[in-house]
């Protein structure tokens, strides 16, 4: 049921050129379900060529047929959801449900940049002069070196994908090792949608080896990561150094600020359901609770009684809406966090525990009364694990929002136009949701700022990232 994956260059799937293969693991049982191929530096060369000689040709095919691939492809995923979505859920955990979500968000974010390939518009300038002609031109910048992670494994993919390809960019692009067969099945879609050979080639090895080789090269000219604040600040380094484009989507610690006029039922369960998605493992998941001191009681209560009744376990079965985390490491890292915060005095209101032997399942866990030093409310806890603070104004709310190096998202729960108002223009965050908790949609902006990211992925702004603007200006001839 689980496929062993290759790499893909100009258009064919292969080994490496070392014969090398890594494990593929179910997190769900900790127990080895495939491998995938690893790429040597005569395959990374080879796949860089392979982007630089489709390039032209892609960028010369013209916006239509470019949105037509885009739009193909995006049909394909969901013909063919019924078998793509179990794989998904073998390699990286998630529930079946939010696989099949995931899916088919990836294939409307196709759709969506179908249309923006058509919409990249330049602009004319009026000249001073009636002999004088002044254009603004919207090229793509060329092949692009793409890195993404596990936690959603196609979709991730597909947002870069979709700007690039639509833009009339080649890509070469570095998936997650832990989860590889998702976007090679997705590689796959558009290989089968009639993109030609070269614009999309797929690699997997040693991301550090893969990162040092590819942003360097001269023939790569943007690089595009979503990933770690720790690993984007490296990425980000090395190409500056040698002047290359970047669009960073880095994590968070994100706050929700839950106000006295709240509807409280309602803002516990749409935290709950929002926070412990995917286990956790999501940059815009909610992780630092402030819950104003009036109703921190009732909303502590609350938000209890929801988490207690997600049901953990493998992302095959149907009565499972939670599943464990991706993989070893991450289990051990979220367990690391949490018993640091209990021994610094912090109190457990749900979970904290690890659920059963097999597998990297780890409970939905609430924390309180832990100290503002504490690692967990300092550095992302990835995970299913969230702190509740109170507060008693909006200036502590704000202040408290704000006292990270991150900027990714922020939530609010309020009745209060004013205290809206208030937090529109002071909450520090490249996206703040009030009243619900719906972002990420193929349409809208998403990105952070400070230490959360560079440039934006999804709306009309993230192709703009895979373009460049040349100016021309001719006189007539004498």
Partial sequence: MYPDTQLLIDGNWRAGTGGKAFDVYDPSTGKVIGKHAVAEAADLEAAVTAAWNAFKPWRDAGAFERASVLRRTAALLRERIAEL??????????????????ILSSADVLDWYAGE???????????RSSTVSQTVLKQPVGPVAAFTPWNFPMSQLARKLGPAIAAGCSVVAKPPEDTPATPAALAQAFT???????????????????????????????????????????????????????????????????????DIEAAARSIAAFKFRNAGQVCVSPTRILVQRDVYARFSNALCRCVEGIRIGPGLNPDSNMGPLVSRR???????????????GAC???????????????????????????????????????????????????????????????????????????????????MLAINHTALGMPEQPLGGIKDSGIGLEGGSEAIEAYLITKFVTQAAAP
């Fill in 85 to 102: 979505a179990p794989v998904l859920t073998i390699e990286m955990g998630k529930p079946l449900g939010e696989a099949r979500a995931e």
């Fill in 117 to 127: 390939a058509q919409r990249a518009y330049g602009r004319v300038i009026p000249s």
């Fill in 192 to 262: 089968d949608a009639g993109l030609p050979a070269g614009v999309l080639n797929i690699v997997y090895g040693v991301p550090s080896d893969i990162a040092n080789f590819l942003i360097p090269h001269p023939r790569i000219r943007k690089v595009s990561f979503t990933g770690s604040v720790e690993v984007g600040k490296q990425l980000a380094s090395l190409a500056g150094r040698h002047m290359k484009r970047i669009t960073m989507e880095l994590g968070g610690h994100n706050p929700v600020l839950v106000f006295e006029d709240a």
């Fill in 330 to 344: 991450r289990h051990e890292a979220v367990s690391a966090m949490v018993k640091e915060a209990l021994d610094e």
């Fill in 348 to 430: 457990v209101l749900v979970g904290a525990s690890t659920v059963q032997e097999e597998g990297w399942f780890y409970s939905p866990t609430l924390l309180e009364k832990v100290d503002m030093s504490s690692r967990i409310l300092n550095e992302e806890p990835f995970g299913p694990v969230a702190m509740l603070v109170p507060f008693d104004d909006i200036e502590e709310a704000i202040k408290e929002a704000n006292r990270l190096a991150y900027g990714l998202a922020a939530y609010a729960f309020t009745s209060s136009i004013r205290v809206s108002q208030i937090l529109q223009n002071e909450i520090e965050a490249g």
